[in-house]
């Protein structure tokens, strides 16, 4: 045997040794991990917190906000004085005259004050009533988009762990392949970087979760360190309201719109009630504030609509990028079939199908990712007040 066969030998049992090494490192070492066994790591991270649901969520944020309750004491405040103007009304002021131009009398000055005064706190009783229940809508969007931040981050700490899994096989090929002389020094290097970034990356996405936590607990007037998971259905995929219709029905129904509506409507009423001659502000500084009331009005109005326009159009968009996300995961679960099969006959070594399942992985949580964003957007499109 000559000196160039004798190298080639020596090479073949270099790598046959490194093949043999490799598997005995994937098989028992760090296992491969499989798809679809998000649940199964799940419940490893929830195994010490509460079950809740998120109807008890939002019902406990509701009893425990303290906005809320100042609400409910300014609603009971506005009733009082409510009751008060009536009372005013069938007030009768002295019978003496006192002119107060041509037209009007005291009594009669007195009497439109008093009309003026029960309309004033009728508007004010509603105004109570649309800020309570902005607020009740604003606290369930804010529970709701909290815990689907909270899922959004389990889902990247679990699939950090698969990163941290991946490479943490890598940098033992890379090990092997340094000490059977196959690779460089420098190519190792490289891998232990990359293993210490996914341990980065790992911790990293658990301070993420524990700050998503912190803001919900927040909101439920709980300790910061409480853990809970709920159990709910997995997000609606029915078509968005139509856009024209869900316009009109929010235009008609915004608290916010509803309330610089009734500022215009008490302007008018202002108006026609004026008294000339009783230290008022001038008239037409009231016909200023009609018209400055109906210019809020309008201006809200057109802003509500832009927004609900370009929500819908972001929404439209998401589903044209799920699709093709979809097309993406399709191709590679027929890749990761194959791969699956080439190992059975030795093709492949068990690290080649691993890759391939972190990609599936990868695409399945961008696809619920984006499930995510459309879901909040979703609420904020069926009821905006509650988003502002």
């Known amino acids: 045997m000559n000196e160039r066969e004798g190298a080639i030998i020596m090479i073949r049992s270099k790598w046959l040794a490194l093949i043999v090494i490799v598997v005995f490192v994937l098989t028992n070492g760090s296992p491969v991990f499989a798809t679809n066994s998000e649940e199964e790591t799940v419940l490893e991270i929830q195994t010490d917190w509460e079950n809740r649901s998120l109807e008890d969520l939002i019902e406990r944020a509701k009893s425990r906000s303290l906005e809320l309750q100042r609400i409910n004491q300014q609603l009971k405040r506005s009733e009082i004085m409510r009751d008060q103007a009536g009372l005013n009304v069938g007030y009768t002021y002295a019978p003496e005259y006192h002119p107060l131009n041509p037209m009007y009398t005291i009594e009669e000055f007195i009497a439109k004050q008093a009309t003026l005064g029960v309309y004033a706190a009728d508007a004010q009783i509603n105004q109570v009533r649309r800020d309570r229940q902005q607020m009740e809508d604003r606290i369930e969007y804010q529970v709701i988009t909290a815990w689907i931040d909270i899922e959004e981050g389990v889902r990247k700490v679990l699939q950090e762990e698969k990163a941290l899994s991946l490479a943490e096989q890598e940098l033992a090929i890379a090990r092997v392949r340094q000490q059977q002389g196959i690779s460089s020094r420098y190519q190792l290097i490289q891998q232990e970087d990359a293993y210490e970034a996914a341990q980065n990356e790992l911790t990293k996405s658990k301070v993420e979760l524990d700050g998503k936590f912190i803001t919900l607990n927040g909101l439920l007037n709980e300790p910061v360190e409480s853990r809970y998971w709920v159990e709910r259905e997995a997000p609606s995929v029915e078509e968005l309201p139509n856009l024209t219709a869900q316009i009109a029905r929010v235009l008609n129904n915004d608290p916010l719109i509803k309330s610089l509506e009734s500022n215009v409507e008490l302007s008018e009423l202002s108006l026609r009630l004026y008294v000339y001659n009783q230290e008022q502000d001038p008239y037409s500084a009231k016909a200023i504030d009609l018209t400055t009331a109906s210019l809020n009005a309008g ?35 027929d890749q990761l079939n194959v791969a699956k099969i080439n190992l059975e006959v030795g093709l492949v070594i068990p690290q080649d199908v691993a ?23 979703s609420l904020a499109y069926l009821k905006p007040w509650a988003a502002r």
């Open 299 to 333: 201006n809200m109005k057109r802003q509500t609509e832009n927004s609900l326009r370009e929500l819908y159009q972001s929404m439209e968009e998401m589903d044209k990028t799920a699709a093709e996300l979809e097309l993406q995961l399709k191709m590679a679960l």
């Open 355 to 377: 890759k391939i399942e972190f990609q599936v992985s990868e695409l399945e949580n961008a696809l619920k990712s984006l499930e995510s964003k459309k879901e909040k957007m």
